[in-house]
């Protein structure tokens, strides 16, 4: 008889839910997940390369790597009845900050989407918006 416990070893996470402070903190937060058309030019005397940009950097929300569902802002009731025009409806207010799904699709980007997760991640009890 075996007395040792044997324990499944825990699947790497997949799923991350980030939260920026605004729409704004994008392409300084995210800047991992945008790129930016560049060309190569060869010095006609030395024939040395460099690289020159192109346009401004644009955001990639997908890849085979990994999928981005930016979710924005949330709203949620506040338990508050309104009524206009003598229709009543839920009072729905903003919450704070700008929100992010994100969904690892292999181990390609692990470690930028990790740091991301420890700097911006959000654990919510319920998320408002999943992956199918």
Excluded: C
Excluded at 6 to 20: C, S, V
Excluded at 91 to 118: Q, T
């Amino acid at each position: 008889m075996i007395d040792e416990l044997i324990t499944e070893e825990e699947a790497p996470r997949t799923d991350f839910y980030i939260k920026l402070d605004a729409e704004a903190d994008m392409p300084t937060v995210l800047s991992v997940f945008y790129k930016q058309d560049y060309t190569t030019i060869v010095d006609p005397e030395t024939g040395e390369e460099s690289l020159q940009l192109e346009g401004n950097p644009y955001f990639v929300g997908n890849t085979p790597d990994y999928s981005i569902d930016v979710v924005g802002v949330l709203h949620e009731p506040t338990g508050n009845t309104l009524t206009s025009d003598g229709m009543e409806y839920p009072e729905i207010v903003a919450l704070d900050g700008w929100h992010i799904n994100l969904r690892l699709l292999n181990e390609v980007m692990r470690d930028s989407v990790e740091a991301l997760d420890v700097s911006h991640g959000v654990t919510p009890d319920a998320p408002k918006r999943v992956w199918l």
